[in-house]
């Protein structure tokens, strides 16, 4: 997980670009080895790199508008973390002003970062090679043709075979496998790097200008997603639906894992590895093929791992990578999976990104966020401030996070192209014909995408590590008579309520669109959510949330910059707010709104962050009484609270007095969509009450599952708080529930 700057371009002719996006045209200009890897460290350390502007080059018949933006991930105990992540930009590959090639690296291990800055120093060389040597053989074919091509030529011009050759989809594949293939063997030979138990993921696009075509080849679990608008829609139209070009290859998908297991090696998510989990045969278990551990194992943030039969290693949550010389021995290789698939004008928008965008954000809300945007590197920083953001809310770190984000225009239909190639491809040579007789080849809609099975689920709750320390945090200031108050504070709707216009609730919706929270709303509360959005005028210098302090607002930035700072265990303030770990920037201009302070609507527990103001600005402000208010229609207070214990029969002996204390020491709570609020046989020490929503109640017995569905007023974890220690059912929200 690493970034980098230009790659030196003795293998590879033509424009590229690396880390910091400096742009190269020879290796003549690039200096001594040592003096390269020093500065591949400090960009590695650097904290953002991003395109200085976006750029734009026109690929045959595609114009592609394109920026990237790569941001070192923030670890609390190793705050000098290099960024393990890589990207390379080549231009006029190979010296064909019709080509591309896009490619993002995800390092891992102690050596990541070096990993993935040789496969992208490295790749775009071996992948020349292949191509040119399968060139090569083309050009024997068509040897005439050719000399025919020349003579008709511009004499003034060089004629070079090799620009006029085009390949077919087999031999592009067969030359990007070979290429991913020698650069792996080539990591394990390299002398100034250990790849045993570190390595490097990879997802590239290479782009085919003479036929509006791309080759996507995919190591690992980072994603090529295209976004497609409607066909008949309007063309201006910022809806798309998002295709993945990529499927993740890790132990959830069956395929991946049986070819793992057929090696010795055992998969299990680290809590299986130490005993608290039970361990099962999936396989023989789930008919349908891919493994259910989505909120089972990985709810926390523990996916399942490829581990030896012989020890506690190497424990990839990925089932093929570069480098990686222990796991290959294990099936874990760095032969991609590939998919060639013409560029259709619907097609608006292709992203490659490493898994960091992806552990919370799904590859249509990666999408939606790119949808709002004309200019690519505005949609990467919004996509990385959103991915950024949920990390920080679910985790006590983040990773890695680096994007390359390609806005596509049709220029010219490829059918209306010159054809100034030679090929042998079959399939060309379908389409030529189709083309002839008048009419337009159409592909299979699967030819265009890959398949969703198996793939990795997002997560949507924190991990255990975070949720121990906000209760730290809650426990630090449970007695303090102030936080008492803001936990039991209510909002009157009517003073917070102010007319919005139709810009500002434009906005709004916009900055909401993406978050669990507000995806079940009806449009009547959407509007009072617009409406009890309190607008929050900031200074430069104001502290807009204090690390420990308990948070009651959830912030949409509607204009200015906020730093995120946070102190570490046992660090002292000394006034600045931390450790800067990352800049939010909202734009009213630019269209970009990000969002912080999320839980606040969910718990009241303290901040684990500081947000100050490095500039003057603008913030809507949701207070989360006013938000479960409107959830709830005139959300439940602790009377109401009061008066549903007094219904149930485990307290109907006590007083009015203890109901009340009793109510008293509940605390609010709100659950996304889909979310495992207890489980069946895993300890708790909490019984829920639900205000809104509605939740399925399923109770295995006797291997047979038998469900329910809970409501406003029903209850439900009482069994621990009689004389159990564990649950006696799993309850799944069906939609945003509120809650005590």
């Not at 002398?191 to 782009?207: E, N, R």
Request: glycine letters at 8%; aromatic letters at 6%.
């Amino acid at each position: 997980m690493g970034c980098c700057e230009s790659v030196p371009e003795d293998a590879v002719e033509g424009h590229h670009k690396g880390g910091n996006g400096a742009t190269s045209r020879s290796s003549k200009n690039a200096g001594p080895e040592t003096s390269l890897n020093a500065s591949h460290q400090q960009k590695a350390l650097r904290k953002i790199d991003q395109s200085e502007k976006p750029e734009e080059i026109v690929c045959g018949g595609l114009r592609l508008r394109y920026a990237f933006l790569s941001q070192r991930g923030y670890y609390p105990d190793d705050p000098h973390k290099p960024n393990q992540d890589a990207y390379s930009i080549s231009t006029r590959f190979g010296n064909q002003d019709t080509d591309a090639h896009f490619a993002v690296y995800d390092g891992h291990g102690r050596d990541g970062d070096l990993c993935a800055q040789f496969a992208r120093d490295k790749m775009p060389s071996y992948l020349t090679r292949h191509i040119n040597r399968h060139k090569q053989k083309e050009a024997q074919k068509h040897k005439n043709q050719l000399e025919r091509m020349a003579a008709a030529s511009n004499p003034d011009e060089p004629f070079n075979p090799l620009n006029h050759v085009e390949l077919g989809k087999d031999q592009m594949q067969q030359a990007c496998l070979k290429a991913h293939v020698e650069c792996n063997q080539a990591m394990h030979q390299d002398p100034s790097l250990d790849d045993s138990l570190s390595g490097s993921t990879a997802i590239s696009v290479f782009v085919h200008g003479k036929r509006n075509r791309i080759t996507v080849c995919n190591v690992g679990d980072s994603r090529a997603v295209v976004g497609k608008a409607n066909p008949g829609g309007s063309p201006d139209s910022k809806t798309f639906k998002a295709l993945p070009l990529s499927r993740d290859q890790t132990p959830y998908r069956k395929d991946e894992r049986i070819r793992i297991k057929a090696t010795g090696a055992r998969i299990l998510s680290l809590d299986q590895l130490e005993g608290l989990e039970p361990i099962t045969n999936e396989d023989s278990q789930n008919e349908e093929g891919e493994l259910e551990l989505g909120e089972e194992l990985d709810e926390g943030g523990d996916p399942p791992r490829v581990w030896s039969p012989n020890g506690d290693y190497p424990g990839t949550a990925f089932t093929r990578s570069l480098g990686d010389a222990m796991a290959e021995e294990l099936g874990v290789y760095a032969e991609p999976e590939m998919l060639t698939r013409d560029i259709r004008p619907e097609d608006r928008v292709i992203v490659l990104a490493s898994d960091g965008i992806f552990e919370f954000l799904t590859n249509q809300s990666v999408i939606d966020i790119c949808a709002k945007f004309t200019d690519p590197l505005e949609a990467c920083r919004a996509v990385v401030a959103e991915s950024y953001e949920l990390w920080l809310q679910y985790e006590l770190r983040t990773d890695d996070i680096t994007i390359i984000v390609m806005f596509v225009d049709t220029v010219a239909d490829a059918s209306r192209m010159d054809r100034t190639y030679v090929t042998s491809s079959l399939r060309d040579m379908q389409y030529q014909k189709q083309i002839s007789m008048g009419r337009m080849p159409v592909e299979k809609e699967e030819e265009q995408a890959v398949g969703t099975e198996g793939l990795r689920p997002i997560r949507v709750r924190m991990t255990k590590e975070k949720a121990q320390a906000i209760e730290k945090l809650k426990r630090d200031v449970l007695e303090d008579e102030d936080y008492t108050a803001l936990m039991n504070q209510e909002v009157d709707l009517d003073e917070l309520y102010t007319e919005k216009s139709s810009a500002e609730k434009a906005r709004i919706a916009n900055a909401i669109k993406t978050s669990v929270m507000f995806r079940n709303v009806t449009e009547e509360q959407r509007e009072m959510i617009f409406g009890v959005m309190e607008p929050i005028p900031v200074k430069k210098g104001t502290w807009v949330i204090r690390q420990g302090t308990v948070g009651d607002r959830f912030y949409i930035i509607d204009e200015g910059k906020f730093e995120v700072r946070i102190l570490g265990d046992g660090e002292r303030d000394d006034g600045t707010g931390g450790t800067l770990i990352h800049v939010y920037e909202g734009s009213v201009a630019k269209n970009a709104h990000p969002c912080f302070g999320e839980l606040a609507l969910m718990y009241s527990a303290p901040r684990s962050a500081s947000i100050i103001a490095r500039s003057d600005g603008h913030l809507w402000g949701l207070h989360r009484s006013a938000f479960r208010q409107v959830l709830a229609q005139a959300q439940g207070t602790r009377k109401e609270l009061a008066v549903t214990l007094g219904k149930i029969s485990m307290f109907a002996e006590l007083e009015q007095e203890e109901i009340n204390k009793l109510a008293a020491s509940f605390d609010e709570i709100a659950f996304g969509r889909g979310e495992n609020i207890i489980e069946q046989g895993h300890f708790g020490d909490s019984m829920f009450v639900i205000t809104s929503g509605t939740c399925e109640l399923v109770r295995v017995i006797g291997g047979q599952p038998k469900s329910s569905t809970l409501k406003a007023g029903d209850y439900f974890g009482n069994e621990v708080i009689i004389d159990q220690q564990k649950y006696g059912s799993t309850v799944v929200s069906l939609q945003t529930i509120t809650g005590w």
